[in-house]
């Protein structure tokens, strides 16, 4: 059983006794020790600093009566306990300093005594779970029964019983949801969606998450917040342990993973923990997980769903109690296809999956964003940018449109930002440094189609090419290609119609290129000796 500690006001009226006659009257603080079947190991005694000689009456009390109760007091001075607004803050700035372990205490908060204000703000704190604990009434003994301790109720406030009280604390589920989104005012309505939706998983379950999506679409920093939401709700206390698959391989992925004994293989000169067995009691995100090997993943199949894995070399299992979160830039079920991803795995993975979108699909989050990043530079340089007006409506237009591809998303964006912070004259971006930034990204960002299009050009002249459609033009570059590297006009064309030549009884590959080519004004051999 796990030690309880009990979380209360002193009963100013309640709990006073003369010395002489104390052990005559209830009292409600005292009593709590009078039930044989309610053991408390710790008490948190909240009174005001003009009430300590009856606090220490109550302790001495206590004391006496349950000598292996520990009594902790609390000095909680309020102008006006019946100030809703005062109190609740006074009760909540308490909880979030108290170190509350859930797992290894059980926790009680006595709403019998104090205001009625005091009581709803218990009410209040325990229902949203920022104090991890259940409700506790004492009641006075019944008439004829003076002597007798009275009686004791334990009030477990299950959320999902209480759905109209619930509503009340849509407050707090905003709150966390603007955590997730790091204060963040984002506008796409599905992003909203999506988050609100993992606001709710991330505080009522442990189950593996998975987050899709691809590279700079802001999977490691969502996974960080869910880490730190769920930790200051007290239900996880251990580290946040992140790991990029990607740089694991062979026998380093196991040992970095999973750990090793001494001697395991040449080099093990000591035993190593492993980042599994790191993250205990916390949150394990393995970034790029469908780079992890085969063997790998039937390991880490088995330590989520068994808490235990075999450190490489040992053959004495470890435990871990840990969360996954897992992120991938790749398209998993088309992995297990392949069999380069296991199924099962996936299968364990994919309770919740969340797809990130990329900055392209929430251009009217590049805004808030862009905003985001600047206060970002400010916090890191001590440096406050802005843009002028001109230039800030310049850049957002260019940022908004179809040319802007951001194709590594928020990594870019975060680049781009930097750049013009570092570079703003007297820290004000203006519409040289906006239009200097918009043909670095534009650079960057040069697409195929692009190589294309020189290739070419450098055949059939740029005026041509002009009348050539995007979709002839793409066919066109592959087969130039193609005929660079071919030894003769004849080897090009098996190259190019292997497939439709295996179903024509007579084939002349030669020939259906080269009529192909004349099209454009081009000969095999002037692709070839160009």
């Known amino acids: 059983m796990k030690p309880r500690a009990v979380i209360g006001f002193l009963g100013t009226t309640l709990d006073l006794g003369k010395t002489a006659e104390r052990w005559r009257r209830w009292r409600p603080t005292v009593s709590l020790f009078q039930h044989d079947d309610l053991v408390i190991d710790r008490l948190e005694l909240i009174h005001a600093r003009n009430h300590i000689a009856l606090a220490e009456l109550i302790a001495g009390d206590v004391a006496r009566i349950s000598p292996a109760t520990q009594v902790r007091r609390h000095v909680m001075d309020l102008n006006d306990a019946w100030d809703f607004e005062e109190v609740y803050g006074a009760l909540h700035d308490f909880a979030r300093a108290y170190?509350?372990?859930?797992?290894?205490?059980?926790?009680?908060?006595n709403i019998t005594t104090g205001t009625h204000v005091a009581q709803i703000c218990w009410f209040l704190l325990t229902e949203a779970r920022v104090i991890p604990g259940r409700l506790l009434q004492v009641s006075p003994p019944r008439r004829g029964q003076e002597n007798a301790p009275g009686t004791y109720a334990i009030i477990d406030l299950d959320l999902s019983?209480?759905?109209r009280i619930a509503t009340?604390?849509?407050?707090?589920?905003?709150?966390?949801?603007?955590?997730?989104?790091?204060?963040?005012?984002?506008?796409?309505?599905?992003?909203?969606?999506?988050?609100?939706?993992?606001?709710?998983?991330?505080?009522?379950?442990?189950?593996?998450?998975?987050?899709?999506?691809?590279t700079g679409a802001g999977k490691s920093q969502l996974a960080r917040r869910i880490y730190d939401l769920k930790h200051t709700r007290h239900q996880v206390k251990g580290p946040f342990v992140e790991v990029n698959c990607a740089t694991?391989?062979?026998?380093?992925?196991?040992?970095?993973?999973?750990?090793?004994?001494?001697?395991?293989?040449?080099?093990?000169?000591?035993?190593?923990?492993?980042?599994?067995?790191?993250?205990?009691?916390?949150?394990?995100?393995?970034?790029?997980?469908?780079e992890l090997g085969l063997d790998e993943q039937a390991m880490i199949l088995r330590a989520i769903e068994e808490k235990r894995f075999l450190p490489v070399g040992s053959d004495k299992e470890v435990a871990s109690e840990f969360q996954l979160i897992a992120g991938t830039?790749?398209?998993?079920?088309?992995?297990?296809?392949?069999?380069?991803?296991?199924?099962?795995?996936?299968?364990?993975?994919?309770?919740?999956?969340?797809?990130?979108?990329?900055?392209?699909?929430?251009?009217?989050?590049?805004?808030?964003?862009?905003?985001?990043?600047?206060?970002?530079?400010?916090?890191?340089?001590?440096?406050?940018?802005?843009?002028?007006?001109?230039?800030?409506?310049?850049?957002?237009?260019?940022?908004?449109?179809?040319?802007?591809?951001?194709?590594?998303?928020?990594?870019?964006?975060?680049?781009?930002?930097?750049?013009?912070?570092?570079?703003?004259?007297?820290?004000?971006?203006?519409?040289?440094?906006?239009?200097?930034?918009?043909?670095?990204?534009?650079?960057?960002?040069?697409?195929?189609?692009?190589?294309?299009?020189?290739?070419?050009?450098?055949?059939?002249?740029?005026?041509?090419?002009?009348?050539?459609?995007?979709?002839?033009?793409?066919?066109?570059?592959?087969?130039?290609?193609?005929?660079?590297?071919?030894?003769?006009?004849?080897?090009?064309?098996?190259?190019?119609?292997?497939?439709?030549?295996?179903?024509?009884a007579s084939t002349n590959d030669a020939d259906r290129l080269k009529k192909y080519l004349a099209r454009f004004g081009l000969t095999f051999d002037r692709i070839a000796h160009r």
């Open 168 to 214: 009340r604390f849509r407050a707090e589920a905003d709150e966390a949801t603007s955590f997730l989104k790091s204060g963040i005012e984002t506008r796409s309505a599905a992003f909203n969606a999506m988050i609100d939706r993992i606001e709710q998983v991330a505080i009522r379950s442990k189950a593996p998450i998975l987050l899709t999506g691809p």
């Open 329 to 504: 830039n790749r398209e998993l079920a088309r992995a297990v296809e392949l069999g380069r991803f296991r199924e099962d795995l996936l299968a364990r993975l994919n309770l919740w999956t969340f797809a990130m979108p990329g900055l392209k699909e929430r251009r009217e989050d590049i805004e808030p964003n862009l905003d985001f990043e600047l206060t970002r530079h400010a916090q890191a340089t001590g440096i406050t940018v802005t843009f002028n007006k001109e230039a800030r409506q310049k850049y957002l237009l260019f940022a908004t449109s179809a040319e802007a591809d951001w194709s590594a998303n928020f990594r870019d964006l975060g680049a781009s930002v930097t750049r013009m912070a570092t570079l703003a004259p007297v820290g004000r971006i203006n519409e040289a440094l906006v239009l200097e930034e918009i043909a670095r990204l534009k650079a960057t960002w040069r697409k195929p189609t692009d190589a294309d299009c020189h290739l070419l050009a450098d055949l059939i002249g740029s005026e041509r090419l002009e009348s050539v459609d995007l979709f002839d033009r793409v066919q066109l570059a592959a087969v130039v290609r193609v005929c660079r590297v071919a030894k003769s006009l004849s080897a090009a064309g098996r190259t190019l119609f292997a497939a439709s030549r295996a179903a024509k």
């Open 99 to 109: 170190p509350f372990d859930p797992e290894t205490e059980d926790y009680l908060v």
């Open 161 to 163: 019983r209480y759905d």
């Open 248 to 290: 694991l391989r062979g026998d380093a992925a196991m040992s970095a993973l999973f750990g090793h004994v001494k001697g395991a293989f040449t080099g093990a000169m000591a035993d190593r923990a492993g980042l599994l067995r790191a993250a205990n009691g916390g949150i394990l995100f393995l970034d790029e997980i469908g």
